[in-house]
């Protein structure tokens, strides 16, 4: 059962990033990977939320695995976000190579500070 | 959130050349999201239709290699799992695994052959993009630190952007040498 909801969640956030990214990137054509940095900000802020709700005991076992596991690993991603960055390094962007990782790793602690917040204004 | 364009002059436009698409389900014939509407011919609606026809198995393929690499990290976690409070290893490690195997992937599929349409989305979007994951670390920081380890949240912030960049330059340069290689 726990698989099950594991691989539920997966097959939904990969989609849903693969869809997210494409509708960020046909409204923004620069150099920047805006749909990663997109999908790993949401993603975070929903785990956030998601694990302080589970230890504040609103949340079960089962919706970690499902959202938390499944869906929100699937729909973050670290290997697209860094082969991202090489491509910009390797293509002389050296500086939104550097912003990329600087600005997706504080953007994503912030999003998870976020919502650890929001879940313990809403449960603690 | 709008893109710097004037930085565009100055750099290369690395999203522009097919055989170097950043995403790496973007091969040159899935065509893109919304830019069909850019083009002449057809009623929108039949445009449409044939977007959704071809965006379909795509999105299908993205699904199923997503199920089964978040399989794979679960797998892993309950192989290696972390003691509340201690380094997060595993999700490290799964990460640098994913970024070394993404920088070796992307080099094959653009330097040496040319995949059928949907080995990108299945296996780079889907597989490794549902194995590798950002949220958890990132909620894994977050909790450390939240829990008076934040010597231990930091060394995990800094270390895995680091080791996810060495092992995607490294896979991706050793595949490039290896091909070379063979010529």
Do not use: K
Request: glycine content about 14%; some cysteine; charged content about 15%.
């Amino acid at each position: 059962m726990n698989w099950l909801l594991v691989l539920a969640g997966g097959a939904v956030g990969a989609p849903l990033r693969h869809l997210t990214d494409r509708a960020v990137r046909s409204r923004h054509d620069g150099a920047f990977p805006w749909g990663t940095f997109t999908v790993n900000v949401v993603g975070c802020l929903v785990l956030g939320v998601l694990t302080g709700a589970v230890v504040h005991g609103a949340a079960s076992h089962s919706a970690q695995l499902l959202v938390g596991t499944g869906l929100c690993g699937a729909l973050t991603t670290y290997s697209t976000f860094s082969y991202e960055t090489l491509r910009l390094a390797e293509t002389g962007a050296r500086f939104h190579a550097a912003a990329n990782v600087v600005a997706g790793v504080l953007a994503g602690l912030g999003a998870a500070v976020a919502g650890a917040a929001l879940a313990a204004a809403l449960w603690g | 959130m709008t893109a710097p364009r004037d930085d565009r002059a100055t750099t290369e436009p690395v999203d522009r050349d097919p055989n170097l698409g950043l995403d790496p389900d973007r091969g040159p014939d899935t065509g893109p999201g919304g830019g069909a509407s850019a083009f002449g011919g057809g009623a929108p609606a039949v445009r449409r239709r044939d977007a959704a026809r071809r965006e379909a198995p795509v999105v299908a393929a993205v699904a199923a290699g997503g199920a089964a690499g978040a399989a794979a990290r679960y797998g892993a976690a309950l192989l290696w799992p972390t003691a509340a409070g201690a380094f997060p290893w595993t999700t490290l490690l799964v990460n640098a695994v994913g970024c070394a195997v993404m920088g070796a992937f992307m080099v094959l599929v653009t330097d040496l052959w040319a995949p059928h349409r949907l080995v990108r989305p299945f296996f780079g979007t889907g597989v490794l993009g549902g194995f590798t994951t950002f949220s958890t670390y990132a909620v894994d920081v977050q909790r450390l630190i939240e829990d008076d380890r934040a010597g231990t949240g930091l060394a995990c912030l800094a270390l895995t952007p680091l080791a996810a960049l060495a092992a995607v330059w490294t896979a991706a340069a050793t595949t490039r040498r290896a091909l070379r290689g063979r010529r």
